[in-house]
């Protein structure tokens, strides 16, 4: 396998984010009620069809019509007993690649007991803030760099730097990737390791900014593989949010310039976007 470069990651960036807007592929989401509004205007933004399921049968009809799945676990209904392990079980037999938001981890019962269900039945792709990875790799019993994580419900304590660690152990149990979401953001394949600037100061001031970011990481995860559909989600919001920014007055205004400002960019904005890269040693 050829080595990651810099150059050959912005070139699938590009292809990425063309390919979406070409073909429009559908990722379905199981998201919280909290944001599911703004996940699917984002979805729709860049080029991707959104659909919102809750029920057992319907998970398992959206693993199969879609190119991929987004999975956020930010509001928990009863029925999510059943749905949540029946969609995954059926991603992982169609080979579908699914995105996990693991929001609110540690916070009651059926929430913990799914999230110890994926470690087996394991995401593709992983996006939180640096305490909800750290605090993922913890109960999944794999090394999280240090001995207790900062969450406060939906709130990080931990720096991203922190969660280096929990993100490789994860993103290497899995296969996949993973995204840490903070003021310069962590992607990993648990080979190379990517840190991208960008973004607004709004984007924590609007609800939803993560979970929606978690669901265009699934729209780009229908056409590239998971590193690549991480890092391509992470800089088209570092790159919108930093344009919107431009002609907000507060976080309303901004929330209405970032979903305009991720519908114009363009493949040659997003491959633009800065990050340093590095290879993992194991």
Not at 211 to 231: K, M, N
């Amino acid at each position: 396998m050829k080595k990651t470069t810099k150059e050959t990651l912005r070139r699938e960036i590009r292809e990425a984010v063309r390919l979406v807007r070409e073909k429009n592929p559908m990722a379905p989401s199981i998201t919280n009620t909290v944001t599911i509004n703004l996940v699917a205007n984002a979805q729709l933004a860049v080029g991707g069809s959104a659909a919102m399921v809750y029920l057992a049968d319907e998970g398992e009809a959206m693993a199969a019509l879609g190119g991929a799945m987004y999975i956020n676990m930010g509001t928990m209904l009863p029925v999510y007993a059943e749905t949540l392990p029946r969609t995954t079980k059926a991603l992982s037999e169609q080979g579908k690649p699914w995105v996990l938001d693991p929001v609110g981890i540690g916070v009651g019962g059926l929430r913990t007991s799914l999230l110890l269900g994926f470690r087996t039945d394991v995401p593709t792709i992983i996006r939180g803030n640096a305490s909800e990875i750290i605090a993922l790799a913890e109960i999944w019993e794999l090394d999280s760099g240090k001995t207790a994580s900062g969450v406060r419900g939906v709130d990080a304590t931990d720096s991203v730097e922190a969660a280096r660690t929990a993100a490789i152990s994860l993103a290497r149990h899995t296969g996949g990737a993973v995204a840490v979401s903070g003021p310069i953001d962590l992607v990993t394949d648990g080979k190379s390791l990517a840190l991208a600037e960008g973004g607004s100061k709004f984007l924590p001031m609007i609800t939803g900014a993560g979970c929606s970011l978690g669901g265009v990481a699934a729209v780009y995860a229908c056409v590239t593989r998971p590193f690549v559909a991480a890092l391509t989600a992470t800089a088209i919001y570092n790159f919108a949010g930093a344009k919107a920014e431009k002609h907000a007055e507060g976080p309303a205004s901004f929330q209405m310039a970032f979903l305009d400002a991720l519908y114009q960019a363009t493949s040659e904005d997003v491959g633009a976007q800065p990050f340093t890269l590095e290879t993992i040693g194991k």
